[in-house]
């Protein structure tokens, strides 16, 4: 049995000087034929070897990768799906060849050589071999390399790359695959969200159509306005201040100065004289009981006079110019 290993020993031989004398044309229809039934091509060191060894009339977009989880390479596995869908769609568009490009994929544990070789010491790396004859030959035989520094890029941006060093060949679009349950979900949403709407409409009508309803909103957003909440969220002004006394301020100096609670006060005293102006034009005249009437007359009025001698005074003290003053807020 001792003539069993120098029987292999040949065999291999002859079967790499046989690779090694397969022109381009066979090599691309070979390689070409695999990718038909399974893109990319999952290579090793000698296929690799084989694939993008010179003279080839044909372009190679290879992916170094580590896909075993032992190496940890995140990037690898978010890629891969991404590489495999662009391939697949790449081939499935050119089943004839005629872009006359084979894609591929070399695991480091396939392809220690091949890593080594090319001194990677990441992970993943796109190389593309351009053609060294023929009518697309580049003028150098050297790979273009994409670097993943941005992260993992979605199939469609590596499409992008491809077709920028291929001109003049077909570049068949990236195909996702139709998502049925994001469909499924979406149409479940929405037929939820009719039927809701559907079930909720009679109940719901009345209280759009509600007059007090609008009048509440409408006087709560004309208090927000009037008071300065929109000014306070442009110029992103603070809450409070400490005075000169050590104290506590909550009227900023000046009418182009203003504190957050300083707003809030204001929006506060604006509602309690909207609220007293209601009541006088609207609740007051319901009211059967003349003595009951004149009472919430002075009541509110009362209400009125001192709330907004209060505001004055609050005007008065923001700017000691200021005019006007009412009792009993002198």
Not at 2 to 9: E, G, T, V
Not at 321 to 330: K, V
């Amino acid at each position: 049995m001792r003539w069993l290993p120098a029987f292999l020993s040949a065999s291999l031989f002859a079967a790499g000087s046989f690779a090694a004398r397969k022109s381009s044309e066979e090599r691309f229809a070979e390689f070409h034929a695999k990718q038909t039934s399974h893109a990319p091509i999952k290579l090793k060191d000698s296929s690799f070897k084989s694939l993008t060894a010179p003279p080839r009339d044909y372009s190679v977009a290879v992916v170094l990768t580590a896909l075993d989880p032992r190496y940890g390479c995140q990037l690898c596995r978010e890629f891969q799906p991404e590489w495999e869908l662009l391939s697949k769609s790449w081939v499935k568009g050119d089943k004839s060849g005629e872009s006359r490009v084979i894609f591929g994929s070399l695991d480091f544990s396939e392809g220690r050589e091949t890593f080594m070789g090319f001194g990677l010491q990441t992970a993943p790396v796109l190389f593309f071999f351009p053609p060294t004859i023929g009518p697309h030959a580049a003028a150098s035989p050297e790979p273009i390399r994409y670097d993943f520094t941005n992260g993992p890029v979605p199939a469609e941006v590596v499409h992008s790359w491809l077709v920028r060093h291929l001109d003049g060949r077909p570049h068949p679009p990236v195909k996702r695959p139709v998502d049925y349950l994001k469909w499924a979900v979406s149409f479940t949403m929405i037929t939820g969200s009719l039927t809701g709407v559907y079930v909720a409409w009679p109940y719901v009508v009345p209280v759009i159509q509600n007059r007090n309803v609008w009048a509440a909103f409408t006087l709560i957003a004309i208090l927000l306005f009037t008071s300065g909440h929109m000014y306070n969220q442009i110029r992103k002004v603070p809450y409070v201040a400490n005075n000169p006394r050590g104290g506590v301020s909550y009227f900023a100096a000046g009418f182009q100065n203003q504190y957050g609670l300083e707003t809030q006060i204001i929006a506060a005293l604006y509602g309690i004289l909207s609220f007293a102006v209601i009541s006088l034009a609207v609740k007051v005249p319901r009211i059967a009981d003349p003595k009951s009437q004149t009472i919430a007359v002075w009541a509110w009025s009362g209400v009125l006079l001192v709330v907004y001698s209060f505001l004055l005074s609050i005007f008065r003290l923001k700017n000691a110019g200021y005019p006007f003053y009412l009792p009993p807020f002198m």
